[in-house]
């Protein structure tokens, strides 16, 4: 499971420099699908992972609004910084089969299922960002597994 | 792994039901990113994974041409009869770190890697699926891992 984490780590920062080339208002420009824009949509991943995985954790809900993080910068910053958190626990032993629940959902669910959960969401995400991309007449970042050589945690610890 | 590949295959039946209120002509329309229509996505996602998951296993690459499967109600039925092979072979043995090769690569891969890929490349597809869904104004097909009932095995088999 931490391969497909690192995955989604690596592809989101390929998607941060690729929006390097983007105005702000193409960052944050409306479009058709998903949280409707591109900047957001890298926050919104950024953000549900962490939540996900401090309600895993037990640890109190932190609520981010994205309009406090509405730059490639502030996104791409508070990315950095979640992941050092959520690294820490990822690479931490834990019971995948343990029951938890989270404050935003009356179900309990396996640390197992949640962890699918979060993997799955970006990933789907990230595909939506592909079309925006081709609708600007640019080459989304390659979405290929095989081929990336991920070593996000050698690289940024 | 194996709760991703049902997890796809849940989402993917849901997406072949959700197909049958288009025509074929928007089934078929030529839109922006990834391969184009929606049809061939669904077409694409069966028969990469079919590809791959043969592959590994040393088994001769069966070619599947789209213009020979063009309506609907073919890639579903192709879906279909792949994804038994598929699952005798993903719930049967096998060493997840064993290096293979297949026929349209020279790189060598662990089997762990691929089925990293299999499952990566088909959710990036349908978070595609999802942005054209909004474009027709239909709602796309949720890709919520949590929340979903998989019991594809029990259904089917």
Redesign the interface.
Known sequence: MR??FE?NWHVRDDWFEWCKQLSKEELNKK????VESILHTLFHITEVEYSWLRGIQGKEDIQFEFCNYATLEKVQLISDELRDENAKFLYSNFDMNKMVSVPWDK?K?TI???L??I???E??????L??????LNLA?IQ?????RRIDILSENK
């Open positions: 391969k497909f995955y479009r058709c699908g998903g179900a669910y197992d299922e949640i699918h959960h993997v799955a969401h990933i789907h995400h990230i595909g939506q592909s079309v925006w991309a081709r609708e989304p979405a290929h597994f095989i081929g």
